[in-house]
C-alpha cells in the first residue's frame, strides 16, 4: 500500500503535500467528495433543462437551443476541469476540501443566475458563480505548483493552468460591460480560450491523470445526467395525469422515454472506455466530446417534458416540434458514443453500422405524428438488441475457431 493509499484509508489530514497521484495507482475509486459535487451540479442541469422546455415549449426553439448550449458549457468545463485535477491531485485533506466546497458554492450561485442569463441575456449571478468556481480550482493548481521542483515540466505545465485560469476569468468579468448582443459572439471566443488552456498547459508534459478514474467519473456524470432525465420526465408526466384526463396520449411517450434512457445507459456502458485513454491524444478529444453526451442525454429529458405539454396542450406547438425535441437528441447521443468510443470496440461492418443507423432511424421517425417518441424507443431498443446478438454471435464464432485450432 502506497502512501497515498494510507492516508486516503485513514481520517481527513489537516494538510498534506499536494504530490502528482500514480497513474498506475491501484483500486482507484470516486471518493464521496467527488460524489457529493457530481450531485450538486444536477442543481444546474436541471435548470439548464428547465429553461429549455420553457422556450422549446413556447416555439422560441432557435434562442431555447443556443442558450442551453451556452448554459450546459459552463456546467459542462468547470465539471471536466475538476475531474481531471482531481484524478491527478487529489489528496483529499482540509484545504482541498475546503477549496471543492467553494467550487460548489460557485455551483450554486452559477445556478441561481441561470434563468436570468437564460430569458433576460443578463449573466452578471452566472458569470460571478463560474468565477467563484474557476479561482478556487486556482488555488488547487498552485497547491499542486508549489509540490514540484523549480524547473521541472510539471511545474511549468501548472503554473500554465493557473495564468490560463486566471486570464480567462478576467476576460469573463469583462464581458458583464460588453453590450448584449455583442456577449454570445464573445463567448465563444473567451470559452474557446478556456478549451486551449488544457491543450497549451500539457502540451509537453502530461498531468498524471488516472485512466480508470476519469472513466468512472464520466460514466457516473452520465447516470446524474440520465438519471435527471428521468425525473424530469416523470414529473412532467405526474403533473399531466393529475390536471388533465389524457392517458392515452401520454403512455406512448412514457414508454418511448423509458426505453430511450434505459437504452442510452446500455450503449453508453457496453464498452470499456478506459481502454482508449492510454494518452493526452486520446483523452482530450474523448474528455471534450462528452459535452456533446451529456448535453444531448440532459436535453432528451427537455424534450420529453416538451412532449408531455404538447400532448396535454400546454405547449402550443407542433406534433413535429414536440416529437424533435426528443429524437433529435437522442439521435446525437447515440451517433456521439459511437464516434467517441464504442467504435473503437466494435468489429466488422455489421456490429459498426447499428448505433449510427438507429440514429438515423431515430431522426427519421420524428415525422411518426404522435406515436414518434414511443417508435423511437423502440428502434434504440432494437439497436441493443441487434448490437447484443452481433457480439454473441462474434464471440460464439470466435469460440468455435478456437475449439477447431485445438
Known sequence: MTPTDAAHDAAVSPHRRMTARSRDEAHRASTPLELFFDLCFVVAVAQAGGRLVHALAEGHVGTGVIGYLFIFWGVWWAWMNFTWFASAYDTDDVPYRIATLVQICGVLI??????????????????????????????????????EPAGSPGRRTNVTYAVGLVICQAAWLGLLAVPGGMKHWLFLIVGAAEMLVPVVAERRHATPWHPHHIAERYGLFTLIVLGETMSAATVAVQSALDEHDVLHRLLPIA??????????????????????????????????????????????????????????????ISTLAASAAVTVPAAVFLLTVWLLHARHFKSGPAQQIVLPGAAVAIGAVTFAGTWAVLVAGLVAAAAVAVGVALVRGGTDSETEGDRDSE
Do not use: K
Not at 433576460?120 to 488547487?140: E, H, S
Not at 492510454?278 to 451529456?294: E, L, M, T
Open 110 to 147: 452559477f445556478a441561481a443566475g441561470v434563468p436570468r442569463a437564460f430569458d433576460d441575456n443578463n449573466w452578471t449571478v452566472a458569470v460571478v458563480g463560474y468565477v467563484v468556481m474557476r479561482l478556487a480550482l486556482t488555488t488547487q493548481w498552485l497547491r499542486a505548483t508549489a509540490a
Open 255 to 316: 414508454g418511448g422515454g423509458v426505453l430511450i434512457v434505459f437504452s442510452a445507459w446500455w450503449i453508453y456502458f457496453a464498452v470499456p472506455a478506459q481502454r482508449r485513454l492510454s494518452s493526452n491524444r486520446q483523452a482530450i478529444p474523448w474528455g471534450y466530446g462528452h459535452f456533446v453526451i451529456f448535453g444531448s442525454a440532459a436535453a432528451i429529458g427537455a424534450g420529453l417534458e416538451v412532449a408531455v405539454e404538447q400532448a396535454t396542450g400546454e405547449a402550443h
